[in-house]
DNA sequence: GCGCATGATTTGAA
DNA sequence: TTCAAATCATGCGC
């Protein structure tokens, strides 16, 4: 402590290096020597040191003494510009410091989610972007979606809700700070600059909670993504209804169950699938038929006689076996009726021992022939000697050699192509 | 829980 | 790109 004077006059931080403090002398003590002066400082400086020893009592009538003391407000400023000096030059480099990586990812991330950034839109660009990463977007997506939106607009909710919690919290603990600071700022040396950078010390604390916070946003967002996706994944049996129309087109296009892109696009739109739905379901079907065909033996009957129930009612209407319930295929579905009836006439005979469906539907099947025949002949698209020659074959002809597999496997029930109607979008031949 | 049905995915060929 | 074939994974009835 007896060092003190002489520490002051070893840095240089005299009368010549703080005109403050020369002139707060030169002003208050006039007449008086430089010893004196030392003294004065002496004392003030050994009062401050041993402050923290006294009882609170004594210190505080001690801190009054000083803060009435005549040397005070020049020491003050001299510690002040010390201190300031001293900080700024440890400091100075830690300010200019690059903006982190890691919170950059973070923020694009988020941005690019929908999480952070404007509301409009946001989350439904990323669910579409989901969506488009695992394929088509069908109708029964459209709940997924929202249900994805709806998470993605809770944690942008919460996200944002904690964001201005953190914010609040900072500027009230700033404020305070700042507060204790400028108070104490009577009492101790504390310059402005040194308040700056207590306030930057505090946001950077707050922007480290900050990034702790939208890094679990992240993580929310990750899992929810992935649980989207997951979901999308899932399989889910389509309805009655789609699996009647995918099999009654399937059954009535079974010489040649191959779909083309406009009829799997029509199919899927009555199905309320996707396209690609819909070719998966025809693959899975044409390879599940081709191994067990026994066993889709009953189906195929099932679905060739409602077809060819439906097809003949229209016949009787005076139609040209254009029927509207038959998916994609105008024209086809009579022809198919007809080229099946002969197992099917059997078929349903013999399963159901229903001779008076059977025999009504045989009847009406025949009636069809004949039509058939004629529409067949007046398409030209089938020779008549295929058409009848081949009509009631149980082996039928192959019309797709380049997927000759599917003929070549043995398909009871299949006998003939379809007869491609005008206006047809399936594409028996074309396969 | 088990077995079957079935939608989805993967792989390889054409 | 489309398809067959194999396989996976889930739904569903028992």
Redesign the pocket.
């Known amino acids: 402590m007896d060092e003190q004077p002489r520490l002051m006059h070893s840095h240089g931080v005299g009368m010549a290096g703080h005109p403050g403090l020369a002139q707060h002398m030169q002003d208050g003590t006039a007449g008086t020597d430089g010893e004196g002066r030392k003294q004065d400082i002496g004392d003030i400086l050994q009062q401050i040191m041993t402050i923290t020893d006294q009882s609170l009592d004594e210190a505080q009538a001690r801190k009054h003494a000083l803060n009435c003391h005549r040397m005070k407000p020049a020491l003050f400023n001299v510690l002040c510009e010390i201190k300031e000096k001293t900080v700024l030059s440890i400091r100075g480099a830690q300010e200019e410091e690059p903006p982190d990586p890691q919170l950059m990812r973070l923020d694009n991330m988020l941005l690019a989610e929908g999480v952070a950034g404007p509301e409009k839109g946001g989350g439904s660009a990323a669910a579409a972007a989901a969506a488009a990463a695992?394929?088509g977007i069908g109708a029964d997506n459209s709940a997924e979606h929202s249900d994805y939106r709806a998470k993605l607009s809770q944690i942008r909710q919460i996200y944002h809700t904690e964001l201005e919690k953190y914010e609040q919290a900072c500027n009230e603990f700033t404020t305070h700070v700042m507060n204790l600071l400028r108070e104490q700022s009577r009492t101790r040396p504390i310059s402005p600059k040194e308040i700056e950078r207590m306030v930057g010390i505090i946001h950077r604390k707050f922007s480290s909670i900050q990034m702790q916070l939208k890094q679990s946003t992240c993580e929310a967002v990750m899992i929810l993504r992935s649980r989207f996706l997951?979901a999308?994944?899932?399989?889910?049996?389509?309805n009655k209804q789609a699996?009647e129309i995918l099999n009654e087109y399937f059954y009535s296009h079974l010489s040649n169950p191959?779909p083309s892109?406009e009829a799997k696009e029509e199919l899927a739109k009555k199905c309320a699938?996707t396209v690609?739905?819909v070719?998966?379901?025809?693959?899975?079907?044409?390879?599940?038929y081709?191994k067990n065909i026994g066993?889709f033996q009953e189906e195929a009957n099932m679905y060739a006689a409602r077809t060819a129930v439906n097809a003949t009612s229209v016949s009787a209407h005076g139609s040209q076996a254009n029927s509207p319930s038959t998916p994609n295929s105008a024209g086809s579905a009579g022809s198919f009726n007809m080229s099946n009836s002969g197992d099917l006439f059997m078929s349903v005979q013999s399963l159901n021992g229903d001779s008076y469906q059977g025999g009504q539907v045989g009847a009406n099947i025949q009636s069809q022939v004949d039509t058939l025949r004629h529409v067949i002949s007046q398409t030209g698209g089938y020779s008549d000697s295929l058409a009848a020659s081949q009509m009631y074959s149980p082996q039928g002809i192959n019309v797709r050699p380049t997927?000759g597999?599917?003929q070549d496997a043995p398909t009871p029930s299949s006998v003939t192509s379809p007869t491609e109607g005008p206006g047809s979008v399936h594409s028996d031949t074309s396969?």
């Open positions: 695992t394929g997951d999308r994944r899932k399989r889910r049996n389509f699996t191959y892109e699938i690609s739905q070719s998966n379901w025809f693959g899975n079907k044409r390879i599940r081709k066993k997927n597999g599917w396969n």
